[in-house]
């Protein structure tokens, strides 16, 4: 089994709280993160296919078309947005870095046919990330017009 990794950088602003928690609460759960206006990240995304490679190509994936699916599918519905507004399949769902990796999956994975979606790696900062693996996962939706 090989794995094939393609990394794209996007920006995007997001602000992190529940709409059924009181404020005091969010301040304490989400701290900064819950600044009303929101607050930016340069994010790194990474997405891994797995598989063997074609005997004509020798690729799993060709890198271009991985990176093609990449930025049609996600980036360019995320860079430079507010994801809180501006993203409509993250509607209604907190835009925490875990969340966002599972929304990213089920987007892509039927994209990708060639090899199979493995992994997707988030980085949020240089120090810090998430990782999935594309177990079932259910995102609770709230009511953020509240």
Not at 15 to 32: A, G, S, Y
């Amino acid at each position: 089994m090989i794995y094939v990794t393609k990394k794209i950088e996007f920006s995007a602003a997001h602000r992190l709280f529940n709409p059924e928690l009181t404020d005091k609460l969010n301040d304490e759960i989400f701290d900064k993160c819950n600044n009303y206006n929101g607050h930016g990240h340069n994010y790194l995304l990474e997405i891994t296919v797995a598989g063997n490679p074609n005997p004509k190509t020798g690729y799993v994936i060709d890198l271009k078309k991985l990176k093609k699916i990449i930025i049609n599918e996600i980036i360019s519905k995320v860079d430079h947005k507010h994801l809180n507004y501006d993203v409509d399949f993250l509607r209604g769902i907190i835009p925490s870095a875990e969340n966002l990796v599972v929304s990213f999956w089920k987007i892509l994975e039927n994209k990708i046919t060639e090899g199979n979606l493995y992994k997707i790696r988030l980085y949020e900062t240089q120090n810090s990330y998430v990782e999935y693996f594309g177990a079932p996962i259910d995102i609770p939706v709230y009511d953020f017009s509240k």
